[in-house]
T-cell receptor, first 114, second 112 residues
Framework: EAGVVQSPRYKIIEKKQPVAFWCNPISGHNTLYWYLQNLGQGPELLIRYENEEAVDDSQLPKDRFSAERLKGVDSTLKIQPAELGDSAVYLC???WGSGRAEQFFGPGTRLTVL | SQKIEQNSEALNIQEGKTATLTCNYTNYSPAYLQWYRQDPGRGPVFLLLIRENEKEKRKERLKVTFDTTLKQSLFHITASQPADSATYLCALGGGATNKLIFGTGTLLAVQP
């Protein structure tokens, strides 16, 4: 069974440019998460979806970040415009249910903003 | 605010010994705690979950304890192997938002 798929794996952009990340969760998983991970830190939740509904987006900087999960499967996270401080790894995870459910993580997208 | 502390320095041990990693937390009453392993360039991988009413959980060479009075979890790897070298993250969950809050992780290096 395929795991969580993310693309691209790496992205280098100039500041003020837009960027988008794509995630395909494990088949059948209704909950999808986007995390941000800085070097030497643990993942920090940006947004959590249950099916198509964003149930926790309190940590998403809504002035420049947006996310969508159409049809409750794939998801896209967008940054526009990117800032230098956005350089980090963006992780996508999925689970069956939420709460204490085991989360399955993708390999992440490493974003570098120059 | 909620705070989770893991050993900030790398833990170096000899192959065959038991590795013990610590996760301390403050200003939080988690309903459960999870441990994940993360290798360089990869996403975290789930290892174990322990609930607030459980004192200890085992899985093969892994053992986790959860002391809600001390606000601490210990993660043990017995008979450690070089392949166990990785960063180990603890994550606390439950509460009003029911989301996982991760610690900063501890880098474990097992020397052959």
């Amino acid at each position: 069974e395929a795991g969580v798929v993310q693309s691209p794996r790496y992205k280098i952009i100039e500041k003020k440019q837009p960027v988008a990340f794509w995630c395909n969760p494990i088949s059948g998983h209704n909950t999808l998460y986007w995390y941000l991970q800085n070097l030497g830190q643990g993942p920090e939740l940006l947004i959590r979806y249950e099916n198509e509904e964003a149930v926790d987006d309190s940590q998403l900087p809504k002035d420049r970040f947006s996310a969508e999960r159409l049809k409750g499967v794939d998801s896209t996270l967008k940054i526009q415009p990117a800032e230098l401080g956005d350089s980090a790894v963006y992780l996508c995870a999925s689970s069956w249910g939420s709460g204490r459910a085991e989360q399955f993580f993708g390999p992440g997208t490493r974003l570098t903003v120059l | 605010s909620q705070k989770i502390e893991q050993n900030s320095e790398a833990l170096n041990i000899q192959e065959g010994k038991t590795a013990t990693l610590t996760c301390n937390y403050t200003n939080y009453s988690p309903a459960y705690l999870q441990w994940y392993r993360q290798d360089p360039g990869r996403g975290p991988v789930f290892l174990l979950l322990i609930r607030e009413n459980e004192k200890e959980k085992r899985k093969e060479r892994l053992k986790v304890t959860f002391d809600t009075t001390l606000k601490q979890s210990l993660f043990h790897i017995t008979a450690s192997q070089p392949a166990d070298s990785a960063t180990y993250l603890c994550a606390l969950g439950g509460g009003a938002t029911n989301k996982l809050i991760f610690g900063t992780g501890t880098l474990l290096a097992v020397q052959p």
